[in-house]
């Protein structure tokens, strides 16, 4: 549903910046970036950053 939701907006890509999210005692308080990773194609990854693909042109 929500991949529907965001390439009818034409939202291509979801950034995360995983600095910015809180965790508590080794799990992620608000945003699951592993989770988000595993619906959507991962197109980068570092320490701080996650840039994942919605959908792509064709």
Do not use: S
């Not at 999210?21 to 320490?47: C, H, M, S």
């Amino acid at each position: 549903m929500q991949r529907e939701e965001l390439r009818a907006a034409q939202v291509k890509y979801i950034v995360i910046h995983k600095r910015y999210l809180a965790r508590d005692k080794g799990q992620w308080n608000e945003i699951d970036p592993g989770r988000y990773a595993r619906e959507y194609q991962t197109v980068f990854e570092d320490e701080e950053n996650l840039a994942l693909r919605v959908y792509q042109r064709r």
